[in-house]
């Protein structure tokens, strides 16, 4: 039953996560048992507690491990096809052009962030996971994240300010952002923002 649920519910490398599995009248210890004697039969593989995966197979028909970078995508910015996060801070300043900067610590703001700011290791990697002003939905995340950026500019851009205004410019153009959809979450950040939107002189698309 366990196999089937997971078969039909997950692709082969997709983390599956022990806390998201719902069986009618399955108790989490049975669940555990039955996860345990998937991994031993080597149906299913184990990345760290309470995370499974079913294995691809490379062309010898070995199972492929897992990333870490794999497992932290689906625990904190896409669940299930649905966005709940996004990459933030220095790590979307050098995503998104402004920086040359490769953060050892990848920074990620999600809906399943457990406290307001913290560091999460996912396998080897180390990780900076904070809170967002307002949930994450798909309505909203483009424009979160702008106005992360626009926040942060400050301390993780390397170009000047007009230079970045162009880059955002582009980036309100490609998700269609608008004026009114900036004002619906600006108050949720510091004042500081206003004088970023009018140093960069970003531009948004009209309603």
Not at 9 to 19: H, I, R, S
Request: contains cysteine; glycine residues 6%.
């Amino acid at each position: 039953m366990v196999y089937s649920y997971l078969k039909n519910n997950y692709k082969e490398g997709e983390p599956v996560f022990l806390t998201d599995i719902q069986i009618d009248g399955m108790s989490e210890g049975n669940l555990r048992y039955h996860l345990k004697s998937l991994t031993d039969q080597g149906l299913i593989n184990r990345f760290d507690s309470g995370i499974y995966y079913i294995p691809q197979k490379d062309l010898l028909n070995n199972p492929v491990k897992i990333s870490a970078e794999t497992v932290t995508i689906h625990k904190y910015i896409n669940r299930h096809g649905k966005h709940i996060g996004y990459y933030s801070g220095y790590t979307l300043a050098n995503r998104m052009g402004m920086s040359t900067q490769v953060p050892f610590k990848e920074e990620i703001t999600s809906n399943y962030a457990a406290a307001p700011v913290r560091e999460i290791k996912v396998g080897n990697r180390t990780y900076v996971i904070r809170r967002p002003v307002v949930p994450v939905t798909e309505e909203n995340i483009h424009v979160l994240q702008l106005l992360d950026c626009l926040k942060d500019l400050e301390k993780s851009s390397e170009i000047n300010l007009k230079e970045c205004g162009k880059i955002l410019t582009q980036y309100a153009k490609k998700h269609h952002i608008t004026k009114e959809m900036i004002d619906k979450y600006i108050g949720h950040y510091p004042l500081k923002i206003f004088k970023a939107i009018y140093d960069t002189e970003v531009k948004y698309v009209p309603a």
